[in-house]
């Protein structure tokens, strides 16, 4: 048994949800819980079609819930009409919600600047007003290249407004990055800025789009619109590129929402898969908006006082579901943070809940020991020293909350009152899938606990058989739900071998982590990927993107493998194994050549993916047909002994070279 399996089994700490919670939650107790979920077993149609009602809404009613004529691309509300941003802004107007905050935006020098919702709007219809003056339209795809700003979430919403479909990549990717995820959306327009803060620098952005762009196959982006973040001048190319103020110029704060059909595509997303070549992972409207608008209010709880603060980027799943839609669809007032977690000291969050009077708190569990660690060397930034009384709700997410850093964050931060819960989800799923509730499901430190009602959660086999409780496996879901994965951007074959695998019956949607339950009360526990994704500080990276990033070094590279080991801080390390296509390099020329593959993997994909560890072999353990031996090199990342079978190793003196640290 792993000690990840282990553990959950012996963890014997479970805290009731706190009474003020249960009182006046929207699920309040497990009975109530359950009935949701007994509802979801016996009509499950009827349950999602009651929710999407309720909590949507329709330009036009949908008359049909769920088609699965051609599973697994399901379609749900399929002749519903709607719009994501009329959802999020034009349905507050003339309720008391339309004066209210919607965004309290902190920037990186501890500037605050606040919009209301009626403010919000008028500033997203102007801009998806300068979006059609373009020739931006329905179907269009958009690439959004944004730093954390009330301006990303405009340009979100705006697209979504005319129906265009967006695709934000993170800031922290490179050119390439960037021109790989252009040229497979076919993008028309890039919206940017000239640069980003973080942590008191001023970091190029615009550069890098010119950079991506100069690459070439990028012939389809007809405009690139400039957000001036600060009054530094970029480059800017005539006839292409223009500034925000230009192209608002003139432009009417009203603009008709565009109503779409509830599976018109309203974004794509980039992740990392088992392959060297990250997936589109496209989204639908009407099931997408359903889900991240309820999640708000089941696992969130948002009652119209709540300031709600997730400190997720944009750029990533958790930056579109719960900052740029869900707490907007719910009328919450939310916090949005420019900057870093540790800039100007690692007491930043602490300060930011104290001063905004934050209520519900989302962030990673990478955040999280990062500031642990931080609080143990300087007291000045230990949470004690701020008020966080206003906090009522903790949340965590993007990897497995190790317990020691879920009890920290219970005491120190949440002063042993708020519940924690624990989401587990992915790019893929839209919305949180299982987590507990926060007046309902007593939590137990690094449990995720139980699915939310009406999704069909199970641990199985490799045939996609049930596992019983207590014996490990992998994740599935049984049954689709509105805000899934509709398909991978061009790669329909890709999407069904991806997440319905023939040899599971196709019709399980496979999640790619190991999970399992415990015995007791049927807890699911995340016990990681069992694919060749990482989970590096919550960030998924492809261990093949890596090594593609590397072996595409050809005057040094011959060869590489890149495999995750276990890390205290990020949860995960990178560690590479390359052989060059010299001799093996030792002491401060191996030191050297592996500072610079590290910048040239920075330069490929960006700074989060570069190896904490490289290590240079005369070659790799492979076995007899030349397939490299991966849990080999894990072992070895990991500084354990070999104790797996060598016997079908090609070359077993590899495994004594390559354990030797450069
Ligand atoms: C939302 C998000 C998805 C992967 C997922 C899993 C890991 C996310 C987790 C968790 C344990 C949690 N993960 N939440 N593992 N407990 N609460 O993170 O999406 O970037 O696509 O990553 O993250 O491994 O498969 P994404």
Redo the contacts with the bound molecule.
């Keep these: 048994m792993s000690n990840a399996i282990e553990s959950v089994l012996v963890e014997n700490r479970v805290f009731p949800p706190p009474e003020a919670a249960v009182k006046s939650a929207r699920i309040s107790g497990m009975a109530a819980y359950q009935a949701m979920c007994n509802e979801a077993e016996k009509d499950f149609e009827g349950f999602w079609a009651r929710l999407a009602r309720d909590n949507v809404v329709w330009t036009k009613p949908f008359t049909k819930t769920l088609n699965e004529s051609n599973a697994p691309f399901y379609k749900w509300f399929e002749d519903g009409e709607l719009n994501a941003s009329a959802n999020c802004l034009d349905k507050h107007i003339g309720t008391p919600v339309e004066n209210k905050t919607a965004i309290v935006f902190e920037a990186d020098d501890g500037a605050v600047t606040q919009v209301t919702y009626k403010e919000l709007l008028a500033r997203v219809s102007q801009f998806a007003n300068a979006l059609k003056a373009q020739g931006i339209k329905k179907g269009d795809r958009v690439i959004v290249y944004m730093p954390m700003t009330i301006e990303g979430v405009v340009a979100m919403q705006a697209c979504a407004r005319i129906g265009a479909t967006h695709s934000v990549v993170f800031g922290g990717f490179s050119a390439k990055s960037l021109q790989e995820r252009i040229i497979d959306a076919g993008a028309v327009a890039v919206i940017t800025a000239n640069f980003q803060m973080r942590g008191g620098k001023e970091l190029g952005l615009k550069s890098i789009v010119d950079e991506a762009l100069a690459m070439g196959g990028c012939d389809t982006i007809k405009n690139v619109l400039v957000y001036m973040r600060t009054p530094t001048t970029c480059n800017m190319v005539a006839g292409r590129d223009k500034t925000f103020t230009e192209v608002l110029q003139g432009q009417s704060t009203e603009c008709k929402p565009e109503p779409v059909n509830a599976e018109h595509p309203l974004f794509i997303l980039y992740?990392s898969g088992s392959t060297g070549k990250p997936k589109g992972v496209q989204h639908s409207t009407g099931g997408y908006l359903l889900w991240a608008n309820l999640t708000m209010q089941w696992t969130f709880d948002i009652k119209p006082q709540d300031v709600f603060w997730c400190t997720a980027d944009i750029g990533?799943?958790?930056g579109h579901t719960y900052v740029a839609y869900g707490p907007l669809a719910a009328g919450a007032t939310e916090v949005i943070f420019e900057g870093v977690p540790t800039y100007p000291h690692a007491g930043r969050f602490w300060q930011m809940i104290e001063k905004h009077k934050v209520t519900v708190f989302y962030t990673a569990p990478t955040a999280i020991r990062s500031l642990i660690k931080a609080a143990e060397t300087d007291e000045k930034v230990h949470p004690k020293n701020w008020n966080l009384t206003s906090l009522r709700i903790l949340g965590?997410?993007?990897?497995?909350i190790n317990p020691e850093a879920w009890m920290w964050y219970h005491r120190n931060v949440g002063g042993e009152k708020c519940p924690i819960v624990?989401?587990?989800?992915?790019?893929e799923t839209g919305g949180h899938m299982i987590t507990p509730l926060p007046g309902a499901t007593p939590t137990v430190p690094g449990s995720?606990t139980l699915p939310l009602p009406g999704i069909m959660a199970a641990i199985v086999d490799e045939q996609g058989h049930d596992m019983p409780n207590g014996s490990g496996g992998m994740l599935v879901v049984k049954r689709p739900w509105p805000s899934m994965i509709r398909t991978i951007w061009g790669d329909p074959e890709r999407f069904k071998k991806s997440y319905f695998p023939e040899e599971m019956g196709g019709k399980l949607y496979l999640?790619?982590?190991g999970a399992v339950r415990d015995a007791q009360r049927g807890y699911f526990r995340?016990t990681?990927?069992i694919d060749d994704v990482l989970?590096v500080s919550?960030h998924?990276l492809g261990t093949m993107e890596i090594e593609s990033a590397l072996v595409s070094k050809t005057d040094l590279v011959a060869e590489a493998a890149v495999v995750g080991r276990p890390d205290d801080l990020t949860g995960e390390a990178v560690c590479a194994f390359v052989v060059l296509k010299r001799p093996r390099p030792t002491g401060d020329e191996a030191k050297k050549i592996a500072d610079e593959l590290r910048a040239w993997v920075g330069k490929e994909i960006g700074p989060i993916a570069k190896p904490k560890d490289i290590r240079f072999g005369d070659n790799l353990p492979k076995t007899r047909s030349g397939k490299i031996m991966r849990r080999l090199l894990r072992s070895i990342a990991k500084g354990d002994a070999i104790t797996q079978d060598t016997s079908t190793l090609e070359n077993p003196a590899i495994l004594e070279q390559l354990a030797q640290k450069s």
């Design positions: 992740t990533w799943i958790t965590t997410v993007g990897e497995p624990d989401t587990f989800w992915q790019t995720c999640a790619g982590d995340i990681g990927r989970n919550g998924r």
